[in-house]
Structure formats: structure tokens, C-alpha cells
């Protein structure tokens, strides 16, 4: 084993963010590079093409990288793992054949329902089935819950309380709403229940489950408005207890990892699963096949584990001898998106105030930013920085992350201020 490791994590977002933050924190850690990367990553960035696999391979070659992370899905379901399979690197991420229980919801869906897998009812749709869809919509109570079935940048899942607006946006979908990702389209019935983030790390045989989240998605106070990437998130999540996480263990975790042994589908890497807690019982909303942003932001900081060695354990299937650690601190992040999002907004806005927000307590990990030829920090996406902070309770976190966000300042700015209210005395 190689006491300190090269590493290169693929990503720009928040969830990279929060996990360089990680892996810098690791004694492991010779040096990191991050490609493309953020002006929060600015020290460590590369300009790479995370999808020019030939560049990413050369990058790996020339720099002598013993370690890619891999951060968001596209690579993933395209195949980066494979492309590295015969090379002398460690990478952290499912294969295609795994990667496609995000690539397909259609895929996933099935999985679940030949799993025994606790999951909502679905029907999968295409223009030639589109009659039988309209009836199937017809046979659920409102709301009606659309989803492409192909990766469609976060976008993809649409949740209308109208029969004839549901019928009229499945006819839109399949007509080319999202592209190629919405020629097939699931139909699910609509779960109604508080939901939770729980993430998993796996190297195809042991597992850890890692803290749980809670992200708030919709972009209004209490719950409103459209969906967005997520607006903030908490852990640890109060229902989340004991009692429900071993439901969560022996119905969901452990019949996913033996349904993709059984179905003769490699896996390792970090497994997302989605969860609606309906009256006590956890189901499955989604697998994700990397870790979720806005959740990465509280639950990396809720590691005391040295990160690259559980990743390490996770590449050489040395899992079962890895000791995960938990902060028993609550963690909240409240994220500052551009005014517009999750519709049109404008970029390049200076921004202004990181380090008095910093002077609050939180931890500030860029997601939508890049650094101009200045020096300047500019925003360059809808969300646009995470502020995490700790809380001896939830509403202490709160408080401190609300403080960071507001300090923090660009044209256009917003946040929401309720995040965690639902969970905790206010």
C-alpha cells in the first residue's frame, strides 16, 4: 500500500467542493488535483475535459495520479471506470453496467421491483404506450410524478397536481422536453412522507453507511415553488433513528447489494439512495450512483475519518477492516443561489463577503463560482456557495449558516431561511 496518494477529483460543483475540503484534511494526501474545479478549488484546479477520457488518461499518465474521485454521474455512465480498469490507477466510482441505476430510472425501477425493494408503483412510457400512460395517470390520486428517464442535469422529475397537466406534460416529455432523456418516461405514484438522503460506500462486497442527510429541493420558503438542485441540507435527520435505520439496512441496503451481485453487476464506489419515510417505513425514491449536493456539504463535514483511507478500502476491497467515525454534531447548510434560479439567471456577479462569512463559523464551499483574470471571485451557476456550519444542535447549525449566507453578497442573491424548520422546535 502507498502511504500517500496523488489524487484527482473530477468536478466543479459544491459536492467537489465539500469533498477536496475532505481529502485535503487526509495525512494521505500527497497532493490533489482538481479538474475542472471552482474558484473555491482555485489552488488545485486543471483545465481538463472530465469527458475527454483520452485527456483525463494522459493527465493520469503525466502527472502520475494514483487516485481519481469521480464527482458527478455523466462520467460515470459513460464509463470512466472502465476506461481505467486495466491502468494502474484507483478509481472511485461504479462501472457503466452500475452507473446505470442512475443512467435509466426505467432500469432502476425494474431493479427494485425484482429485488424486492420497497418502491412506489411506476409505469414505463414511450410515444407508443402514451394511450396506456394517460390511463395509468388516470388510476393514481394526485399529485402525478413524471420522470425522465435518461439524466436530464437534475431536471428530469416533474411533480404536477392536475390530471390534464400531467397528461399534457408526459405528451411534452416524450415529444422532446429533455431530449433524448425523456423519450421514455416513468410514471410513478406519488409517495407521501418526509424524505431522506442515505449514502453508502461500498467496494462490491462490505459496506458503510455514511451520515444521513435531508436537502431541501423546492426553491420557496416552506416547501414551494419549483424544484431546484437543493437549496440547503441537514444531518443528522431526527426520524432517521435506530428503529428506521435498520429497516433501511435489512429491506433496502443489503437486498441492493446482493440484487446487483445476483444480477451480475460490478459495483463500488459511493450508492445514494433516496428515501420517502412513509409512516414509519422507508421507500425508495431514487439511486444515485455518486454522493448528492447539497447533502456532500453536511456529510463530509460529519466524517472524523480519514476519507482517503475509507476511499482506499473502497478501490482495493479492503472495506470490512475500515473504521467510519461520525462528528455527533448537527450540520446545516443553507445555499446562496443567483436571482432567477431555478429559471433564467444572470452570471458574473462579483461576489463579496466570504471572509467575513467565514468569520461567522461556517464553512464556505463554492458550487457555482469561477475566478476571473483579477482574482475575483464571480458567479457562474444557479447555486451558487454553500455555507455549512456546526451546531451543538440543529438550530445552533442553523443559526450559524444563516449568519454565513447572509454576510455573503452578489447581485441577485437568495436563499432560503427555513432550512431545518420542519425538522426541529422553532
Partial sequence: MKTNLKILLLGSGGRESALAWKILQSPRTERLFVAPGNAGTHEYNVDLDISDFEAVGQFVEDNGIDMIVVGPEQPLVDGIADFFEDRPVKVIGPGAKGAVLEGSKEFAKEFMFRHAIPTARFMTVTTDTVDEGFA?????KPPYVLKADGLAAGKGVIILDSLADAKDTLSEMLGGMFGQASSTVVIEEFLSGTECSVFVVTDGEDYRILPVAKDY??????????????????????????????????HIVMPTLQGLRTDDIPYSGFLFIGLMNVAGDPMVIEYNVRMGDPETEVVMPRIKSDIVDLLEGIADKTLALKKLETDPRACVTVMTVS??????????????GLDEAATEGAILFHAGTHRSPLGQTLTSGGRVLACSAYGADMAEAAEKALRAADRVSFEGKYFRHDISDDIRPV
Fill in 217 to 250: 429541493k423546492r426553491v420557496g420558503e416552506g416547501d414551494t415553488g419549483p424544484n431546484t438542485g437543493g437549496m440547503g441540507a441537514v444531518s443528522p435527520v431526527p426520524f432517521a433513528d435506530e428503529k428506521f435505520m435498520a429497516k433501511v439496512e435489512r
Fill in 136 to 140: 395509468f395517470l388516470e388510476s393514481l
Fill in 339 to 352: 436571482g432567477g434560479y431555478p429559471g433564467h439567471y444572470e452570471k458574473g456577479k462579483e461576489i463579496t
